[in-house]
């Protein structure tokens, strides 16, 4: 094992032995991860889904959970749809990028004889027969590529090493984040080595279709700067059916404010009427946000977090507390 890795995985190493070794014993295995998915829950799910494939292609395996607009036309293939009867007969759950339970993107995880937790969030709530949580990676799609190339004896191919650099891409912030290691870049490296077209991977992931200049044009005409330096938009159920959007493309846009002067934070707010609730995501260039998001009932990453919230007045209170963190 390289010494960066073993440095990284040195706490959970006997949890990755175990791991393996699970996988060894299971002849059918389904992956989840979390709702309403982003890069690195896809990203990491269908990376695991090839490599497994690759290395036991005997082996019965399914991906699992809700699409996502936007990024299931044109970066990932679509879940599969699976009928309850297959969770009837023996098989591991492997559940990845999810913290507490009730975000799960497919509840038939219950029906696993085992299930593994990997995860790269801070520790909210115990589950999983074995548990291996690193909060210090920038994705659990970085915590996971680590796992598997600190074994030699199994390869990783192309199509799974694409799919864990989509997602440490992600969730690092294009490695902008805090979370950005040495270990980040050396895992990144050893991906691309594998020899997927890394030009291909950022048009999947970074292509938008011609109408997101409309939408961003209407961000940049609308949004708002608090006195002390955070950026926000507001995307209303009105807004969201003139542009044809769903409520979860509402932060589609919220990085657009990243990296200027005196912007230290930025938001996205968006209606989502038929949950009654606004979604707020919410990132930061240094100061972490995430206390704040979990004390609204969300949570997340130091500088990239999110909640949702039953009223407008409520996302005021939020950004009124997230402006005064920067006073």
Known sequence: MEKILEERLSNYLPLIDQFFETIEKFD??????????DLDALG????????IKDNWP?????????DIVG?????????????DSWFEKKFLGIILDLSNLDRSGDTRYIKAQKLVKIDHHPLVEHFGDIEIVDPSMAAVGEFLA???????????????????????????????????????????????ETGFDLNECYHEMYDEKQNSLSVKAYVLKHYKITKHGVAYYVLTDKVLKKYGLLPVQGKDNVNVFAHFDGIHAWCSVTEDKKKGNW?????????????????????????????KLPTRKAVKELIDELDSLFK
């Open 279 to 307: 979604r707020v995501s919410v990132r930061s260039a240094g100061t972490p946000i995430d206390d704040l998001c979990y004390k609204y009932g969300g949570g997340g990453h130091a500088q990239a977090s999110a909640t």
């Open 58 to 66: 005997n082996k019965e395996v399914i991906y699992v959970g809700d």
């Open 28 to 37: 059918r295995i389904a992956i989840f991860r979390h709702e309403k998915p």
């Open 146 to 192: 680590s796992i598997l190339l600190s074994q030699n004896k199994y390869k990783i191919s192309p199509a799974a090493a694409s799919n864990f650099f989509k997602a440490i891409v992600g969730d690092s912030g294009r490695f902008l984040y805090s979370e950005t290691t040495a270990h980040t870049f050396y895992v990144s490296q050893k991906l691309i």
């Open 71 to 83: 990024l299931s036309e044109r970066c990932f293939p679509k879940m599969m749809q699976i009928e």
């Open 44 to 51: 990491s799910q269908m990376g695991l889904y090839h490599f």
